[in-house]
């Protein structure tokens, strides 16, 4: 029986784990066996006292599931040395399923080709083939046991036009799931329900997408700024009318009418994918269409930062216009927020599987980005760097999430729900924000690949 890293054991059985047993256990050390065929861990139970142990192995689909449990030790030490006679036997069992499940649901295999090599999507190749994302491949491999394929066409989606909107789910059930909720995929829609604790709330996925080609007023604008001039003048029309669009069209969609939505919170989820790199720069464009409101800053004589905001009417690109704010058109009461993450990317994926040790060892990743200052008198963010290598950092999905209320949301969405990130509201005119002490805006992975000799 070995150590292994809470975040490993985490990338195992997160997507197992029930979302209240952290209030029942506080776990204190992880293991597996050698071929981590089967894992565990020592918890206290926060009720009384007494220290447990706990055994999982995979079943049939390759998730893994409570195969054993014992409790009433006086000591962690004493639970981990029962523990190790539990692991060496259930380690030597010739079934690798331990026969938990005479009907699982098979995992998606989203890495064995299905379409020609023409139809590929360029990022699709990345991941599947990169020596660099080898960490990215293999945390997904871990998660794909666990999401069920609604609409039965997933994996070729994946593969091809869809990639970016499938990533990005797949990013939102591994955050849902770390925010210790419930989570399951509606028929037809939308994508996923969520429930703690008696509170509930659907949400549906979305992304802005490169322009199409009838497009005419965005076409040829994907390349990325090339100065912080035109980062903010990109920022005043073009991106509110980008993100606009697909939460426009979803807005159609009238999801309200389905389920027993017209009561329960509806949360649309977006992110940017309409050009390489966009998601660094973006979000700003976003909060400004969904409330109508830009916000000036000035410091005043004492040197105080002063926020002053302007109302915007609308957004124009050459013959396309559309009005500002999201939140008060018609329609938008039954849309309880947005979510948006510039996170929900290959290099997220790489990351986290990193510092739960997966992928080739001498692969080195390096992140650096910046990072929202807890300073009243802040106008600038700060910066952050740090080698991604297990024990060297942390890092959690729910990283850089913000999540944009709506001040006249029919349903409003309970913050509880959502306990670990960004919560912007709008009140008297102003967005007010509860930031959590690390909220990246955005950063830049770099991959070291060493030669082979």
């Known amino acids: 029986m070995k150590h292994i890293s809470q975040e490993r054991f985490n990338a195992y059985c997160m997507l197992t784990k029930d979302p209240l047993a952290e209030e029942l256990a506080e776990e204190l050390a992880w293991y597996a066996d050698d071929q981590e065929n089967v894992i565990a861990a020592v ?8 220290h447990c142990h706990l055994t999982l192995a995979r079943d049939e689909a390759g998730r893994y599931r409570c195969i054993d449990v014992s409790c ?28 938990q499940d005479s009907h699982p649901t098979v995992g998606l295999d989203l890495f064995t080709q299905v379409v020609d090599d023409g139809k590929l999507h360029p990022s699709f190749k990345i991941l599947s083939d990169g020596r660099g994302h080898s960490s990215g491949r293999e945390i997904i491999r871990e ?34 799931r770390e925010e210790r909720l419930g989570v399951s995929r509606p028929r037809p829609a939308p994508d996923f329900r969520v429930e703690r604790l008696g509170e509930v709330a659907y949400i549906e996925a979305v992304i802005a997408g490169p322009s199409k080609g009838a ?35 979803k807005l159609k969609k009238e999801y309200w009418k389905l389920h027993d939505i017209g009561v ?11 050009a390489e790199a966009s998601m660094l720069w973006t979000s700003t464009g976003l909060q400004e269409y969904l409330y109508g409101t830009r916000h000036d800053f000035s410091f005043d004589e004492a040197g105080n930062l002063v926020i002053s905001p302007l109302k915007i009417q609308v957004h124009q690109v050459g013959g396309k216009v559309i009005p500002s704010g999201f939140f008060f058109q018609p329609d938008s009461e039954h849309i309880s927020a947005v979510l948006f993450s510039n996170s929900g990317t290959i290099s997220k994926f790489t990351r986290m599987g990193k510092l739960a040790g997966f992928g080739d060892p001498a692969v080195k990743i390096l992140r650096l980005g910046t990072r929202y200052l807890h300073d009243p008198n802040a106008a600038l963010p700060a910066r952050f760097a740090h080698d991604v290598a297990p024990g060297a950092c942390a890092e959690t999905w729910g990283e850089g999430v913000s999540i944009f209320h709506n001040p006249h949301a029919r349903s409003p969405l309970p913050e509880v729900l959502f306990p670990s990130v960004a919560h912007h509201k709008f009140v008297d005119g102003q967005i007010r924000s509860h930031i959590p002490e690390f909220h990246p805006f955005g950063s830049v992975t770099t991959i070291l690949i060493p030669k082979e000799s």
């Not at 918890?43 to 007494?50: A, E, I, S, V």
């Open 215 to 249: 497009d005419v007023a965005l076409s040829g604008r994907s390349e990325s700024p090339k100065n912080a001039a035109e980062v903010r003048e990109r920022l005043n029309d073009e991106i509110p009318i980008r993100f606009g669009s697909p939460l426009y069209s």
């Open 264 to 274: 329960q919170p509806l949360v649309l989820a977006i992110a940017d994918f309409h």
């Open 143 to 176: 998660m794909m046991p666990h999401l069920e394929d609604v609409d039965g066409n997933f994996v070729e989606q994946f593969q091809t036009t869809g990639f970016d909107a499938r990533l990005w789910e797949l990013y939102l059930f591994a955050y849902l």
């Open 72 to 99: 009433g030790f006086e000591s962690p030490e004493a639970a981990a040395s029962a523990l190790r006679e539990v692991v060496a036997r259930e380690a030597s069992k010739q079934s690798p399923g331990h026969g």
């Open 43 to 50: 918890f206290r139970d926060r009720t009384d006292g007494d």
